[in-house]
């Protein structure tokens, strides 16, 4: 069992930038492909970014290719998103997760804001 809890999230100006984390328990996840993902009020939940745990390859949406990156601290059961050149359309519930996600480990997620 997984339990992961995201933070970081804010109101932050056109520009600007943010650093998610996401704190895994339960287990180590050292080995597991992991996610973020998000949802922008009235849309499906999107995926963003994901780690590998083998090897630490990373993939990207396009819309965020180039803006945000993802990483990963095993040692810490820690995963990252570092938001930079943040959009209004960035606007959404940042979550956490496996990659393919497993319902039973969604969070609460955490409010990212971008004002314009």
């Known amino acids: 069992q997984v339990q992961l809890v995201e933070s970081g999230g804010g109101l932050v100006q056109a520009g600007g930038s943010l650093r998610l984390s996401c704190a895994a328990s339960?287990?180590?996840?050292?080995?597991?492909?992991m996610g973020w993902f998000r949802q922008a009020p009235g849309k499906e939940r999107e995926f963003v970014a994901a780690i590998r745990g083998s090897d630490t390859t990373t993939y990207y949406a396009d819309s965020v290719k180039g803006r945000f990156t993802i990483s990963r601290d095993n040692a810490k059961n820690t995963v990252y998103l570092q938001m930079n050149s943040l959009k209004p359309e960035d606007t959404a519930v940042y979550y956490c997760n496996t990659h393919p996600p497993t319902r039973r480990y969604w969070g609460q997620g955490t409010q990212v804001t971008v004002s314009s």
């Open positions: 339960g287990r180590t996840f050292g080995s597991l492909f």
